[in-house]
């Protein structure tokens, strides 16, 4: 785990190697953090620790409990139906604005995300199919282009990658995660934002249930096309 120091500062090192252990399950929802031991184990200082820290908490990632020890954040049902309706609300529009805007470099771009998706999920690891699903979304957003938006996206990076682990490792999940993005895929590929826009909240929703064992609050059923 230790970090080097000529590619990235430290501190930017740290935040990845923390972030990577718990999207990936290394560090589950709820373990505390050992300043010392994470110390030792990144050979960073203290105080580069703790700045990393703060970060990730931003992210979502962590909770800093006053005079404690940071703690991977858990999510209650409330919280993550929260983050879900937020979720639909921002990636929705973006698959909306990809459709209107996207060039055919950026189309192109995100049909190779979604073919190297495909078999992140067809082996059934849950790490590799998030780090994929990272380079889909940067793909969707720089097609958007609203930097604006993927910035308030990147907000619920946290929170969101705990999710999309707790959902995708339900048996039968992945694959149908997948055969839903291709199904969005070829509506933006046809150029129809409303039936993009609806299959991408069915996707939402379908992974909402998936995480929580049940619909997320205050949704209702879609179908595949939106009023004008």
């Known amino acids: ?9 430290v501190r930017v090192q740290a935040v990845e190697a923390i972030r990577e252990q718990i999207i990936s399950g290394e560090l589950p ?27 990730l908490e931003a992210e979502g990632f962590l909770s ?6 940071p703690i991977v954040a858990i999510l209650s049902d409330e919280e993550a139906a929260a983050v879900f309706e937020v979720r639909e609300a921002i990636e929705c529009f973006a698959v909306r604005l990809f459709v209107e805007r996207g060039t055919a470099e950026a189309l192109t771009g995100l049909r190779e ?4 998706l495909r078999e992140a999920h067809d082996s059934s690891d849950v790490p590799a199919m998030l780090a994929v699903k990272q380079d889909f979304y940067d793909a969707l957003y720089a097609g958007a282009g ?26 039968g999940r992945p694959a149908a995660s997948m ?22 909240r069915e996707h939402i929703h379908n992974a909402a249930t998936a995480a929580l ?8 059923e879609t179908g595949t096309a939106e009023s004008p």
């Open 113 to 116: 995300t979604v073919g190297r």
């Open 213 to 220: 064992g049940h619909p997320a609050d205050g949704e209702a």
């Open 146 to 171: 609203n930097d604006v938006l993927y910035a308030q996206a990147r907000l619920l990076h946290g929170r969101l990658a705990q999710l999309r682990a707790r959902s995708l490792s339900n048996p």
């Open 29 to 55: 929802p709820g373990q505390r953090l050992i300043e010392r031991e994470l110390c030792e184990q990144l050979d960073v200082s203290r105080n580069t620790l703790r700045e990393a820290c703060r970060q």
């Open 1 to 9: 785990m230790k970090v080097t120091r000529v590619v990235a500062p």
């Open 64 to 69: 800093i409990p006053p005079h404690k020890g």
């Open 179 to 200: 055969d839903e993005i291709e199904k969005v895929l070829e509506k933006i590929i046809a150029h129809d934002p409303n039936a993009a826009s609806a299959l991408w």
